[in-house]
């Protein structure tokens, strides 16, 4: 019996896919996010189902780890809402196998998951390959302490990314969406000097109409709410900003 994994964070969409794809004789597991889906890639998969948007890593995300990181094989269909011809491009350069845009057809999902699986070799990983196995584990590993690192603590201030909180001495800094994403960059590798246009590619990203001088004013204001803190964001002139620990005072 052929196996398919299918990733999606929406559960009900889960239960539709599971019931009928198991009525057409094939085992399913399922995962509710990428991250869950890590965890099983251990086991023998004929194909992935998986959805792009999803919280946390994003199906793109997860397939080019796989594919890149892994070094996966396993035939994949996206299932997914995103229905542009460059979200389809992305994905195909992802190296997916097929691309199928919600709301869908279950008899067109399971036409196109037999025709997948019929026309490409089975993905195996099994006990008796364990330099795999260790490659999966070593990832595994890697991706903890990736988790891990996105929790900040340099001596009373902690900076925590999956909350999006931070406080100095266990008090709560009020700051805005900006002014965090800003702080968490600095201070989650020391001491590095990030230059304005890096800051502003990956804290504004595609917003419009923004200019170098916004950094400055945002830096400035959250120098006064990190207190002693505040002195530790070094302006390296010409270069850019950095978090500098060593000057805490």
Known sequence: MKKILVVDDEEVLCEILRYNL?????????????EDAFSKLKNFYDLILLDVMMDGITGFKFAELIRDDYGINVPIIFITSKDSEKDKLTGFGLGADDYITKPFSVKEVIARVRAVIHR????KLSESEPEVQKLIK???RKRKEEKVARLV?????????????ATIDKEPITMTKKEFEILYMLTAEPKKVFPRQIILENVWKNEAFVIDRTVDVHIARLRKKLLKYG???INKSGFGYSFNPDEIK
């Open 231 to 233: 002195n530790c964001i």
């Open 22 to 34: 198991k009525s057409a004789n094939y085992q399913v597991d399922i995962a509710y996010s990428a």
């Open 138 to 140: 070593d990832k595994e």
């Open 120 to 123: 490409t070799e089975k993905f």
């Open 153 to 165: 603590k340099i001596a009373g201030l902690q900076v925590d990314y999956d909350t999006k909180t």
